[in-house]
């Protein structure tokens, strides 16, 4: 499978536990946004990140949530001690990188905070 | 100024039917406008995309029209089907910033058989 894989594509929690969510990119594709879906809304953009570094994070809110990249492995989205307002579809979206606009999404992971 | 508005929110077209749904951007430094379309449970999927130096591009049965002075661009699906049922987002980059999404709204697109 050469697409963006995410995974659990399901997650449930309770509140006060930690959410962690997985990213693998496109192969070849070294940049990747975080995206959050809440229901019945459009899609906001959290975090953009390459191999090692967090590029902007302007989407992100300013506690709990935290995103990383590392240089071997899936991207990981971590959500500490979440609320049921984090109860949304969090989707991953890998590209090339400088000089490219297009965006390729995963099939997201729907978090349900209980 | 980073906001994207997209209209109408819900439509519901028959088959056979053109489907029309706009999108207006408010930043001029925007430069890469694409279209996703999402199916209940799935991600979007990117489904044809403009740059400002062009006024229209059409892939098969879907054309976007861009209007750079406006401001707005739409999607066109010709002969649309039952198939085509799916949420529509229209969103807007530019490179400088990372080439983030800036996403619309969505349209919930019904095509009646």
């Known amino acids: 499978n050469a697409g963006v894989m995410q995974n659990p594509r399901h997650l449930v929690r309770r509140r006060g536990q930690e959410a962690r969510l997985r990213c693998s990119p496109m192969?070849?594709?070294?940049?990747v946004y975080w995206y959050r879906q809440l229901p019945e809304e459009g899609l906001k953009f959290m975090v953009y990140?390459?191999?090692?570094?967090?590029?902007?994070e302007s989407g992100m809110p300013k506690e709990r949530f935290s995103a990383e990249f590392p240089k071997e492995g899936p991207s990981i989205l971590r959500i500490q001690q979440v609320v049921r307002g984090d109860s949304a579809a969090y989707f991953c979206?890998?590209?090339?990188?400088?000089?490219?606009?297009?965006?390729?999404f995963g099939p997201g992971t729907r978090l349900t905070v209980t | 100024q980073q906001q994207v508005k997209q209209s109408p929110q819900s439509l519901i077209v028959q088959k056979g039917g053109i489907s029309i749904i706009n999108c207006a951007y408010e930043?001029?430094?925007?430069?890469?406008f694409p279209w996703y379309q999402q199916f209940p449970g799935k991600g979007p999927a990117l489904l044809i995309a403009?740059?400002?130096?062009?006024s229209e591009k059409k892939e098969g049965r879907f054309t976007i029209s861009f209007n750079k002075s406006a401001k707005q661009f739409s999607l066109h699906i010709m002969d649309s089907q039952p198939g085509d049922s799916a949420t529509y987002f229209c969103?807007?980059?530019?490179?400088?910033?990372?080439?983030?999404?800036?996403f619309g709204e969505g349209t919930q697109l019904t095509v009646n058989p």
């Open positions: 979206a890998s590209s090339l990188g400088p000089g490219t606009y297009e965006q390729y």
């Open positions: 192969k070849g594709h070294s940049h």
């Open positions: 990140l390459q191999k090692e570094n967090i590029i902007d």
């Open positions: 930043n001029t430094a925007f430069d890469y």
């Open positions: 403009i740059r400002p130096d062009v």
């Open positions: 969103a807007a980059s530019r490179e400088t910033s990372g080439s983030r999404l800036t």
